[in-house]
């Protein structure tokens, strides 16, 4: 019998309704609460939407598990993670407005587990009204061995750049390595451990609705990211019975608990609330075939929608490898200022609007209404370009996007890796116009 996960397997499809059982038979059939389960268990339900939500987006799970969750989880004592912030979150630091970057933090050495080397750098919305959103950079030194979590302020969506995560869940096990995400939802407790060394990343923590597939429009039934790429976990359990601390995060506080067993202790479950990896390399772009720079979201790999049609609470979008072959027309991302908010990352190589100062494991922030675009060196260099079709190779950003402003923290705001002179890099963008010469130059 095993008595911990090793290594992974994974079901397919976004949002599907799956099945799963470690042990022949643990699935009750024909119903979800039978007066008594196979091999002991008790059942329990994971409601990730209100019972009433519509058929659509209607998400839970039934879990079978030793001890119910009550036997996991109470009797708290408040801890403190002082890095991890929640909205709403006041400011505390003196800088102003701007377009702002970073260079990637420098991978600690000290002891860091998932939780305790994760650091927020903005916050949005508000956590007690399910709006909103944060982005966190973490650094992962070492494994949650008896240590797990849950979040009960919202889903995890986990970006490694560097190394890669092996997380422990209820519903099994998931490995992400630098390219791929997880998606660990509102409530699944779980533990992270880095794979190949230390681990590095991004996390957008979305208080909102779930994250779910955009709508293609007239893309049709395919393209973009496809359901069945995103892998979903068989059941994997943990029989443990030694000394565990689980930790909570609920409306931004944290809560622990100490227990003598692991949490991880599902042997079946059915539903179609899980959690999920998804690898970014198998979006299929879709672009401009003949000419002009479409607008990013043709790149949204998951949108979490706010209630408002078309404005998210977060939109989750990448730039990966891709041909441009437009015509007569300037390629990279035009200048431009937006009423949504932009958190951009990289995974690995190098960002066509910033082909220098913006690095993988960095960061740039262009908050709600500050103009922004292409840097000197880009624009000359695209303006002048023979327009033959390009590959743009070794290459992966992406984007949180929120229709919420997104407020700094201090930890962001004081952090030695912020460029100061980053509005700099389109300083170099001068006046060419000429009233006598129509034709450009
Ligand atoms: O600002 C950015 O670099 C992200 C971005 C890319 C793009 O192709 C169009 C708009 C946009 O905000
Ligand atoms: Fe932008």
Redesign the pocket.
Known sequence: MPEAMKSPAYMSGFGNDFETEALPGALPQGQNSPQRCPYGLYAEQLSGSPFTAPRGQNERSWLYRMRPSVRHVGRFHKIDLPYWKTAPHHVDHALPLGQLRWNPSPIPTEALTFLTGLKTMTTCGDVNTQTGMAAHVYAATQPMTDEYFYNADGELLIVPETGGLSIATEFGLIEAGPGDIALIPRGVKFKAAPVDGPSRGYVCENYGAKFRLPERGPIGANCLANPRDFKIPVAAYEDKETPCRITVKWCGGFHQTQIDHSPLDVVAWHGNYAPCKYDLRTFSPVGAILFD?P??SIFTVLTAPSGEAGTANVDFVI?PERWLVAEHSFR???Y?M?IMS?F?GLIYGR?D?KAEGFAPGGMSL?NCMLP??PDTQAFEAASTAALAPVKLTNTLAF?FETRFPQHLTRYAAELETLQPDYPDCWSGLEKHFDPAKREPT
């Open positions: 720079h607008d990013p730039f990279p991302p035009w431009h937006n932009e951009m960002y609007a262009h922004h675009g984007m």
